[in-house]
Every structure is written in C-alpha cells, then in structure tokens.
C-alpha cells in the first residue's frame, strides 16, 4: 500500500509540474481600407496598400517567469517581443469614427496579460512554419519559454476585429 501512495503522489507532482503556465491565447486582426468606413468602391483587398494590425495576448499564470521566442502566424514565422499590460484590454470599435464604443479584447483577470508585437519575420529567406504540426491546426501559435520548458499560446482562429478607416 506504501508503494502504491508514493507512487500516486509522484504521478501527481509531476503531473502538476508539467502543467502550462499558458492560461489562454488570444488572437485579433484588424483591416485598415482606405477611403472612409463601408465604402467598397471597387477595392479590392490585393490593392489595399495598408496592412493588417494583429492584437496578440497571452494570459499566463499570476507571477510565473515567461518569455517569448516567437511566433508562428498563418503560416509565417516573426520575432516578437512583448510587454505585460493591465486587465482587462479594450480598444475602440471603431478608430476612424470615435463613437466611446469599446471591444473587450482581454477580459478582467488576475492572472498576468502580456500584449505580444510581431516583428521582422524570422526567415528572411522564406522559410515559413507550415510544416509545424500545431501551425497546422492553428492560425497563431506563440512559442514560449519558462525555466527550462517550452510551451505554446495557441488560437485556432484569428477574429476579425470591426475594420478601420485610413485617416
């Protein structure tokens, strides 16, 4: 019976120590188009000279000691780097008419909110991620490291935030 106990306890403590400190992934796009809001005018999106804005979060266990390696997005690898910011995130619905209306991106936690910023991307020789098993699957996968673990934000789907208008 005392093996079985140490066994059981053992089992348990590494189960617990191989837990993620990531808690959720979230995962934006915002399209600016120019011209003013709702105006289609024959443009098309290949035309559209400005790029998407993404909104990356990841909500990590209160006080846990994280950094980010990169990230894999549709397909394509970036650096990133990240900062932690307060709870919950919310910001204008619509950027090109303030009308006080506010999309809640990250809602009121305890836990810690790091906002992740894509940078160049990471092969400039076109390598890209879609050989990844988990890039698959998913549209975001931001790569992390925590003492000596690796772990993944992932977000299946990147939601599409109200588009912008160029100003």
């Known amino acids: 019976m005392k093996h079985t106990s140490v066994f059981l306890l053992l089992v348990l403590t590494t189960s617990l120590m191989a837990q993620s400190p990531v808690k959720e992934t979230l995962a934006y796009s915002r399209k600016t188009i120019p011209g003013t809001p709702g105006n289609n005018s024959g443009?098309?999106?290949?035309?559209?000279?400005f790029p998407v804005s993404y909104f990356i979060y990841v909500v990590v266990?209160?006080?846990?000691?994280?950094?980010?390696?990169?990230?894999?997005?549709?397909?394509?690898r970036y650096d990133a780097t990240w900062k932690k910011v307060d709870s919950p995130v919310l910001i204008e619905q619509d950027v090109g008419?303030?009308?006080?209306?506010?999309?809640?991106?990250?809602?009121?936690?305890?836990?810690d909110v790091y906002q992740v910023e894509l940078e160049k991307p990471k092969h400039p020789d076109g390598k890209d991620c879609t050989g990844d098993k988990l890039a698959q699957r998913h549209e975001l996968v931001v790569c992390l490291k925590s003492g000596g673990a690796t772990w993944y934000g992932l977000a299946t789907k990147i939601v599409p935030l109200h588009p912008a208008a160029a100003m």
């Open 43 to 49: 443009t098309q999106s290949s035309q559209n000279p």
């Open 61 to 76: 266990k209160k006080g846990v000691v994280i950094s980010v390696t990169g990230v894999c997005l549709k397909g394509k």
């Open 97 to 111: 008419v303030p009308t006080g209306e506010k999309d809640t991106l990250v809602k009121e936690t305890s836990d």
